[in-house]
């Protein structure tokens, strides 16, 4: 039997949608699924989704940084706000939790962004709160706001 292949739509708003050839759509909410009144006969979708963090802010979308503490995202925003950068705040749920991902709204500012947060020796140089166990403070944020 020859599989079905079909697109994902989406973005990191936890929504999906499944587009098959037929121009039948499946869409998926992560908080409900309200949208399934009559699910589609005879066709079962599994679907695993992973995030590479490490990627979701290389600047791809605009997105520059992502934590899980939104004080910690606040500010840093603050901070970007201070240098003129125009951004938002985007609050998500990964696996049951909340995150904050920073968003520049302009590309041209994206790398320079990228590189205050992560890089440049006269920038913040924080390392991502998952390069810390679980449950530990990330240490390299609170070594840049007690300076």
């Not at 121009?23 to 995030?51: A, R």
């Not at 963090?53 to 940084?65: A, P, T």
């Not at 920073?102 to 990228?114: A, H, P, S």
Request: with cysteine.
């Amino acid at each position: 039997m020859k599989g079905i292949k079909g697109r994902l739509e989406g973005g990191i708003k936890n929504t999906l949608k499944i587009v098959l050839p037929q121009k039948q759509s499946v869409k998926c909410n992560s908080k409900d699924n309200e949208n399934l009144t009559q699910p589609l006969s005879g066709i079962n979708v599994e679907l695993s989704v992973s995030i590479d963090l490490n990627k979701l802010i290389s600047g791809i979308d605009g997105y520059v940084w992502a934590t899980w503490n939104s004080q910690q995202a606040e500010i840093i925003s603050n901070a970007l706000r201070v240098q003129n950068i125009e951004l938002e705040i985007v609050k998500i749920e990964q696996e049951n939790k909340a995150m904050y991902l920073i968003k520049v709204i302009k590309e041209e500012d994206i790398m320079n962004v990228i590189d205050f947060i992560q890089n440049e020796k006269s920038g913040l140089r924080l390392k991502p709160d998952w390069t810390y166990p679980d449950d530990e403070p990330n240490e390299s944020f609170d070594r840049w706001i007690n300076h």
